[in-house]
């Protein structure tokens, strides 16, 4: 039985409203005093990087979940919520650098914050590489170590801003004293960015798992009956 997905033309719909919604609130947010314009980028990098996050820990979830139950279909949320997450952590790199070029003249600086958010990057992609030269459960059980590995490593770089001298920007949202905005819009922006990432992951990893299902459910028919080819070399 294969799970409930969206359809091709209710994925795109999706993905089209929640661009729309993104390209709207920065029309409509004024230019901040320092960044001018600009910080309608920060609307994708904060939304993109909260997803990433949201990403992680699903990955170690169904890693874990695979580790104790066994099962496939954790499996599968492992794997789909890593794929989406290397997406959603390159788009947080590309944004952050356009974000520092355009106002702070550099793309790239050798800071905490930076490094492990690139170390995060190759540690997914390390995930999603032993993953295809490691098929069947040898390559679930190498994913599930790989993922739990990555939770204190995403961990450590959410809290690096407060525990490092960097040139990255102290939170202005999730912070004891209250948001560090001076106009509503800018927060709504950044909710929307958050949203709009959000809402696209959730269409983008429903369809994904959908993928796993069919994928396993054509494996289980071919064990079950191999075609003639098979048969003849039987």
Avoid: K
């Avoid at 993905?15 to 005093?33: M, N, T």
């Avoid at 820990?57 to 890693?63: I, K, Q, R, S």
């Avoid at 295809?132 to 995403?154: H, K, M, N, R």
């Amino acid at each position: 039985m294969s799970l409930p997905a969206p359809s091709r033309r209710q994925v795109l719909i999706v993905l089209a409203l929640a661009g729309a919604a993104l390209w709207i609130v920065a029309a409509l947010s004024p230019p901040e005093r320092v960044m001018g314009s600009r910080i309608a980028i920060l609307y994708v990098h904060a939304g993109s990087a909260w997803t990433a996050y949201l990403a992680y820990a699903l990955t170690a979830l169904g890693g874990l979940a695979f580790l104790r139950c066994h099962s496939r279909r954790w499996d599968w949320l492992s794997l789909s919520a890593a794929e989406l997450g290397l997406l959603f952590t390159t788009l947080t790199l590309l944004s952050g650098s356009l974000w520092a070029r355009s106002t702070q003249g550099w793309w790239w600086v050798w800071e905490p914050r930076l490094t492990l958010t690139l170390l995060l990057w190759f540690l997914y992609a390390s995930y999603l590489l032993f993953r295809q030269s490691t098929p069947g459960d040898a390559g679930a059980y190498l994913g599930a170590a790989i993922a739990l590995l990555g939770v204190p490593v995403a961990v450590l770089n959410h809290f690096a801003v407060q525990i490092y001298r960097t040139f990255h920007p102290a939170p202005v949202v999730l912070r004891p004293a209250g948001p560090a905005l001076g106009d509503a819009r800018y927060l709504a922006g950044l909710v929307v960015g958050v949203i709009s990432c959000g809402v696209a992951f959730a269409v983008l990893l429903a369809a994904r798992l959908h993928l796993e299902a069919r994928r396993d459910e054509l494996r289980r028919r071919w064990v079950a009956d191999p075609g003639p080819e098979e048969w003849d070399s039987q």
